[in-house]
């Protein structure tokens, strides 16, 4: 079945980095689109980007640049997300969201189970 | 950027009974809305794309409507398992895409 698995919770200090995987299987890893999001602790969703797969050109929100950013390995079906400069408001569950199209209309199906990033000296 | 704005905040209904979900786009979207349910602990899950076209495997107790700037998703008789934040996200304009602040459904 289509998954989306991610690696496990983090613990940085303030000003390290992290990195976060997302390995799919189930379809062919770059023929959809991988999104990223996060949401801080009893707060909602906010979008990070996307990659597209088969290009691997990033597309970043606004709020995201700079410190975020995307890569894949598609030999092994993974995508990666890398904060530098990390802040104690990084703290959050990053999820990967596999961006399924059909015309004009798309949607985020499946999502990985989050990886939580605690950002705390 | 296109803010979402979702009511209420939180919605307490009666088993069986129905809930009314609303998101407001500050600017015309068309269709290109999709809903998802996020139970406690959960990674969110996509129930609705297009305003109103369910996703495979959504009960039919799921509907969403709308247009535009308004739109619904409906419960039409909530179960003990819909216990969940539902939010709303566009997609018409972007980036960013965008997401309501959501609705968290309780029993009463």
């Known amino acids: 079945q289509v998954q989306l698995v991610q690696s496990g919770s983090e613990l940085r200090e303030p000003g390290a980095s992290v990195k976060v995987s997302c390995k799919a299987s189930?379809?062919?890893?770059?023929?959809?689109?991988m999104n990223w999001l996060r949401q801080a602790p009893g707060q909602g969703l906010e979008w990070i980007g996307w990659?597209?797969?088969?290009?691997?050109?990033?597309t970043y929100a606004q709020s995201f640049m700079g410190r975020f950013v995307f890569s894949l390995d598609t030999a092994v079906s993974t995508a990666h997300l890398q904060i530098s400069r990390l802040e104690a408001e990084d703290t959050a569950v990053y999820y990967c969201?596999?961006?399924?199209?059909?015309?004009?209309?798309?949607?985020?199906?499946?999502w990985g189970q989050g990886t939580l990033v605690t950002v705390s000296s | 950027e296109i803010v979402m704005t979702q009511s209420p905040a939180t919605l307490s209904v009666s088993p069986g009974e129905r809930a009314t979900l609303s998101c407001r786009a500050s600017q015309s979207i068309g269709i290109s809305l999709a809903w998802y349910q996020q139970k406690p602990g959960q990674a969110p899950r996509v129930l609705i794309y297009?305003?109103?076209t369910r996703a495979t495997g959504i009960p039919a107790r799921f509907s969403g409507s709308g247009s535009g700037t308004d739109f619904t998703l409906t419960i039409s008789s909530l179960q003990s398992e819909d216990v969940a934040v539902y939010y709303c996200q566009q997609y018409n304009i972007w980036p960013p895409l965008t997401f309501g602040g959501g609705t968290k459904v309780e029993l009463k």
């Open positions: 189930g379809y062919t890893f770059t023929s959809y689109g």
């Open positions: 969201a596999r961006k399924v199209r059909v015309g004009d209309v798309n949607w985020f199906d499946p």
């Open positions: 990659i597209n797969t088969h290009t691997g050109n990033p």
């Open positions: 297009g305003a109103s």
